[in-house]
């Protein structure tokens, strides 16, 4: 028998083959035991090729992914804003210090709504990305979002998010100018909105830098998004001491939307054009944007109360621990 | 779910690093007499170099005598994404319950400070650096819970390097957590009182800890987000050694005050009585 040529290491090959053999093997074990026939090797040689395929496919899949959420070539705010919000009025500034160029945010039309839309922009070119510093906001960038969150509250608008950063800027200023305090402040602010809030990790979920704009109502990720509470990079440097085992630890700290979808802390996954975001604007983005106005026409039937409740009880009980027995 | 035996919160202090007969201070070399150091609250007399301390002592030395009383033991660490990286997840907690002799690395109490009835959190470096797992998460909530139930305040002391890697998304979650927990307690018009100790950083420095009403730290003790190598990797730049200490972070207005250990419960006592809260709980 010829072994099949090895599939390209993308992660929908890889599901594509893995749930082929899986309904194989259910067919095999269905049928009825006939005398003389016997699939126990068939089966065998499905169950290893399956072993095989998630052991690969699983380190190859989280990687790529990692690869694909990070392609600069994938949509960013403003290209959410050029492809589908005409009228967006983009607004500066923290009021307090300075403009931070790796958070936008400003006021848009969506559908019939009038939002606030406030997200990360890494930025497309060299240059642009060193203006937007790699969109890692510092505390100047994470005011400004709580500035426009409260002028949504001000206005009963509806507040998007979009997500997509490697992480708050690690710098000498913006720790002195209070990024932990900050980022805390934030997360706060979002917690207690009384408008309807959505949240999409487009690319990058990293870690208190992401989290920071992400605490909303619903909390949707692109298929070939990640979410993390650290880099795989900086994961392997601190647990495997070596930077190098990327792979493995993307791996182990199931940061796919998938994975979190299955873990039950993300609300839904919306689909990539085939070969990745980056490859289709376009689709992306209407795709996204249809997923944001299903999410607030949903959450807009709910009272303010009511919602805000929701919202906290989601976040206190997040979180998965044992229960000893006591004696 | 898993079945875990009931450990004992140990409450002997493992073998002391310095002060024992015969040592000398390691910050500045001064010879300490037998007990010295125990006397002064592991603080050296000499130099006031704050020594970290387990949390079990800490509750101690905050506590009322016999006032004590331990909440959320029962909630124990679970392991949700069956993280291996170089040894299993479990086998790293188990060993740090061991050789801690907590069961988490929060320990939460209800108890009374100088007389008024308080929820008490301490974390401990010593497990798995204080990281925040759901277990820290949860614990705090109760903490926060148990506060509003009996209208008394909250004191919580960090010490933490920051999320639980092994727990993956979980542990960011717990900075979501921690903080809408702390809105409770701003609702019932209750204090949070935030206490920073060496070292306190990443997840818990940017949740819980910095939405406090009050915020204190231990002299000397380093605050950072990031890693200090991240941040000379990313900007190239050098930082000083007390790059984020207690001192620096007063200085850029980003706490309240600096307080020796040593005076550390007179001043969450003074704290708490202008502030309110208690005494109606018990």
Redesign the interface.
Known sequence: MTEPTEPPATSRSYQAEALRLLQRLQELRNLPALPGASYSEEIKKIQDRLETLRNRGASDTAWNTVQIARHQDRPQILDYVAQSLPDFLELSGDRLRGDDKAIVGGLATLGSRRIVLIGHQKGHTLKERQERSFGMARPEGYRKAMRLARLAEKFGLPVVTLVDTGGAYPGKDAEEGGQAGTIARSIEVFANLRVPTVAVVIGEGGSGGALALAVADRVLMLENSVYSVISPEGCAALLWRDSAEGPRAAEALRLTAGDLLELGLIDAVIPEPTGGAHTDHRVTVKRVMREVQLALAELERLDAGERLSLRRKKYLSMGSYAIANSR | ??????VQVTRKEPAAAAGDAGERCKKCGVPLEEGELEKSLRVCPHCSYHYPIPAQTRVEQLADEGTVSFIG??????D??E????RPYPERFSEAQQEAGL?EALLAALCKISGRPAALGVMDFRFMGGSM???V??RF?RLAQSAVEGHMPLVVVAASGG?R?Q???????????T?????LLGEARLPFISVLTHPTT??V???????ADVIMAEPGAV?????AR??EQ??R?K?PPD??SSE?QLA???IDLVVDRRQLKEYLARCLSFLGGGGTGD
């Open positions: 779910m898993a079945k875990y035996v009931t033991e029962e909630l124990r660490t679970a949700p994404l993280f291996f990286d170089l069961t797992g759901s277990v998460g949860e909530y999320a890697m727990e993956g998304l979980f542990s960011l979650m717990q900075m979501a957590k903080v809408v927990a702390v809105q990443g997840g420095l940017a949740s819980f800890s910095t939405v605050m950072r987000f990031a890693g991240i941040i990313t900007t730049e930082l790059f984020g620096s850029h207005g980003q």
